[in-house]
């Protein structure tokens, strides 16, 4: 077996045991999973596949095309379950390594794929999203793709109308995932381009016909939408969903401070972001090499982090599509940083910032000093010990590796630190179950529930309660008058309420109810009440 092939096949082992290990192992959780879960459960259900629906109402926040693959999903493990809402997620994130691998290998060697493939399944944020039924992951990998494709166009003049045509294809995909933000792709190889004074040779007439395909691509879908939705999800999809996340912001679009991503993505692309500042001064100089390569990686860095910190809508996840980038701008350092003095010296702060990092965490837990100021994390005392002190041994032995100049040793031992952090995530967060997962509630619900009964929620929508009762429908109250109305009724109700309302409606009103069940979901505190 060629060096290659054993870099692909670790990055598809590690990959497996990264995105797919125990992938059904915890249960949906609010708001987000049991929201995706539950229109895709109700695309099948309902037969359209064209509008996706959200309780009986039309969810025009996303396209369908997420959806759809949860579906195929669910058909190929029998039943629409967290694993199968998970997989397409996941899926994706292991073939985003992968296609990072062939990026790296493109731009520079194999060993850089390699090295960019293991940072960005190691790093933080990534492969724990990946492992979420969000839409982030999946866009991604077509994001990733159509960058890829414009690369190889705009270096193969004599392919260069079939790979804009690949291009096109994954850019209406994205598309069909998340929305228009896919065309971002174009002002980063613009941008590119115009730094190397050549933008002829990207602005022709095959990237035109890339244009047309991905449009035609989302035609197929939306012209069928639009006559079914009518125009109310025409201008919501236009000018709301498209335009308000970057221009409107607002609550409904996360609106956050300026400074967000400058404190969030550090932290989410740990432990690699120490490497970072290093990799991009370094990158650009002419005595590393390769500096055209490098400078596409950061023109694609710079412009998505740029773009989306002067948004007003923010997301961590947001910021998914340069992940790939930061990755193999550290994967190049890593492999090239060795030869000169300067990459030396910034690898040697970095390790020294991460060993004493881990040492001075442990300790704290150790004391028992973060304890004190917030009791619950005495419940995760053994588990945090137990974490931090292989993180404290890989660090430590990554250190002492790279003082004995031994690269790869020094490399792995990071690696295989976070790899662990990861696999340890995989059995430790279906413990947060009970305060993050709607079915315990759900089950006990139901157990009270007979024939001819029904559920509603009052001043409340709970995906996760749709989701796990698995009724097809729940009405949600909006009014006073509608839920007497609904109380005084001979049908016996269930109604599940926020406990803030129900105190509310009970100084209101006078009328006292009876608390059937109660318990915290996600923050939230939820109460059954019953007219029976």
């Not at 492999?335 to 004493?356: A, Q």
């Not at 490399?411 to 179950?433: G, V």
Request: charged share 20%; net charge positive; glycine share 6%.
């Amino acid at each position: 077996m060629d060096v290659r092939r054993k870099y692909i096949f670790a990055i598809l082992a590690i990959g497996m045991v990264l995105f797919i290990f125990n992938l059904g192992g915890r249960d949906l959780w609010e708001p987000d999973e049991t929201r995706y879960a539950v229109i895709a459960r109700e695309m099948n259900e309902t037969g359209n596949w064209i509008l996706p629906h959200l309780n009986g109402e039309v969810y025009a926040e996303k396209p369908p095309l997420s959806f759809w693959l949860v579906n195929l999903s669910a058909l190929f493990v029998g039943e629409n379950n967290a694993l199968a809402n998970r997989l397409p997620s996941a899926l994706a994130g292991l073939m985003t390594l992968f296609i990072t691998f062939l990026l790296g290998e493109r731009l520079f060697d194999p060993r850089v794929g390699f090295l960019s493939a293991m940072v960005l399944g190691t790093c933080i944020l990534f492969p724990q999203l990946s492992r979420w039924v969000m839409l982030d992951s999946l866009f991604t990998l077509f994001f990733l793709l159509t960058l890829f494709f414009f690369y190889l166009g705009y270096e193969k003049e004599e392919r260069r109308r079939r790979y804009y045509l690949l291009a096109g294809l994954f850019t209406g995909l994205a598309i069909l995932t998340k929305g228009p933000a896919a065309y971002l792709t174009l002002p980063i190889f613009l941008i590119f381009a115009g730094l190397q004074k050549s933008l002829k040779k990207f602005w022709c007439r095959d990237l035109l016909l890339g244009f047309l395909l991905s449009v035609m691509v989302v035609l197929i879908w939306w012209i069928p939408a639009c006559w079914v939705g009518g125009k109310d999800y025409i201008h919501w999809v236009l000018f709301k969903q498209a335009v308000g996340t970057f221009v409107e912001g607002g609550r409904h679009f996360h609106a956050e401070p300026f400074y967000f991503y400058f404190i969030r993505f550090p932290a989410e692309f740990f432990p690699w972001i120490v490497f970072l500042p290093t990799a991009f001064v370094l990158g650009l100089r002419k005595k590393f090499g390769k500096r055209k390569e490098f400078l596409f990686l950061s023109t694609w860095f710079s412009f998505i982090f740029l773009f989306f910190t002067l948004s007003k809508g923010k997301k961590d996840n947001y910021l998914l599509p340069l992940y790939p980038a930061a990755a193999l701008m550290v994967g190049t350092l890593w492999d090239r940083g060795f030869e000169s003095e300067e990459g030396k010296k910034g690898f040697l702060p970095g390790l020294l910032l991460l060993t004493l990092l881990f040492c001075a965490v442990s300790v704290l837990f150790l004391s028992k000093i973060p304890q004190r100021f917030y009791a619950p994390l005495i419940d995760y005392h053994s588990i945090a010990v137990s974490i931090l002190s292989y993180l404290v041994v890989g660090s430590f032995l990554s250190l002492l590796f790279f003082v004995k100049k031994k690269r790869w040793a020094s490399f792995i031992s990071l690696m295989i630190a976070f790899i662990l952090l990861h696999l340890h995530c995989s059995f430790l967060l279906p413990r947060f179950d009970p305060q993050k997962s709607a079915r315990v509630f759900s089950e006990r619900i139901l157990k009270r529930m007979e024939p001819g009964d029904e559920l509603k929620t009052y001043s409340l929508k709970s995906n996760g309660v749709l989701y796990y009762t698995k009724k097809p429908y729940i009405e949600s109250i909006q009014s006073k008058e509608r839920f007497f109305e609904i109380f005084n009724s001979p049908q016996r109700v269930f109604v599940v309420i926020y406990a803030e309302a129900l105190d509310r409606l009970k100084k209101e009103t006078g009328v006292e109810f009876c608390p059937l069940e109660q318990m915290v979901v996600a923050n939230w505190k939820y109460v059954l009440i019953s007219n029976r």
